[in-house]
Antibody, heavy 121, light 107 residues
Framework: EVQLVESGGGLVQPGGSVTLSCEAS????????MDWVRQAPGKGLEWVSA????????SYADSVKGRFTISRGSSKNIVYLQMNSLRAEDTALYFC??????????????WGQGTLVVVSS | DIQMTQSPSTLSASVGDRVTITCRAS??????LAWYQQKPGKAPKLLIY???NLEDGVPSRFSGSGSGTEFTLTINSLQPDDFATYYC?????????FGPGTIVEIK
């Protein structure tokens, strides 16, 4: 069974940093690209970032470019999201998601339950 | 950047109804569109990928169509479990925005 478990969220001061983790199990992690998607309280989904299966290529939403960094663990089945220079508008539930392989392209076929980041003083 | 819109923003329907949600892209995205269902307090669930392909395990009352800039998600014979929020997402590039969502509520 595919499992994605996010952790690392919490209360962070504006301008601060936090690193989210997503531990994957139940599938061949090294074969799949991974994404982060967030959802502000009461709002819609916002795609944040993606990393290819090899980790060689990454992409970001304009709203986080230059502040957030996505990466993959070298020996662990974990994908990270390092978040710097945090703003109040980064407050959201952050989901980790797996991209489909092959015909489905980059659609997201498995999701974690999310970890909440609150940016407030 | 390509923008995604959805209509309606809220849809009131009854069990057994056929409902259609529209998603539009500001430029052509070929068939690189997915549909997701989200219930309160839960993670989104993939329903449709590449515009018209039903994800494994998703009931056949769900269907997707369209290409280019206009896409639809249709739910035939709406069931109580289908009351939720539905999002489209384009994914043909390194910018993968979601639409704003459509709430399907009980009439």
């Amino acid at each position: 069974e595919v499992q994605l478990v996010e952790s690392g969220g919490g209360l962070v001061q504006p301008g601060g940093s936090v690193t989210l983790s997503c531990e994957a199990s139940g599938f061949a992690f090294r074969s799949f690209a991974m994404d982060w998607v967030r959802q502000a309280p009461g709002k819609g989904l916002e795609w944040v970032s993606a990393i290819t299966s090899s980790g060689a290529d990454t992409s970001y939403a304009d709203s986080v470019k230059g502040r957030f960094t996505i990466s993959r663990g070298s020996s662990k089945n974990i994908v990270y999201l390092q978040m710097n220079s945090l703003r109040a508008e980064d407050t959201a539930l952050y989901f980790c998601a797996r991209e489909m392989i092959g015909y489905g392209g980059n659609s997201l076929d498995s999701w974690g339950q999310g970890t909440l980041v609150v940016v407030s003083s | 950047d390509i923008q995604m819109t959805q209509s309606p923003s809220t849809l009131s329907a009854s069990v057994g109804d056929r409902v259609t949600i529209t998603c539009r892209a500001s430029q052509s995205i070929s068939s690189w569109l997915a549909w997701y269902q989200q219930k309160p307090g839960k993670a989104p669930k993939l329903l449709i990928y590449k515009a018209s392909n039903l994800e494994d395990g998703v009931p056949s009352r769900f269907s997707g169509s369209g290409s280019g800039t206009e896409f639809t998600l249709t739910i035939n014979s709406l069931q109580p479990d289908d009351f939720a929020t539905y999002y489209c997402q384009k994914y043909n590039s390194n910018s993968r925005p979601f639409g704003p969502g459509t709430i399907v509520e009980i009439k």
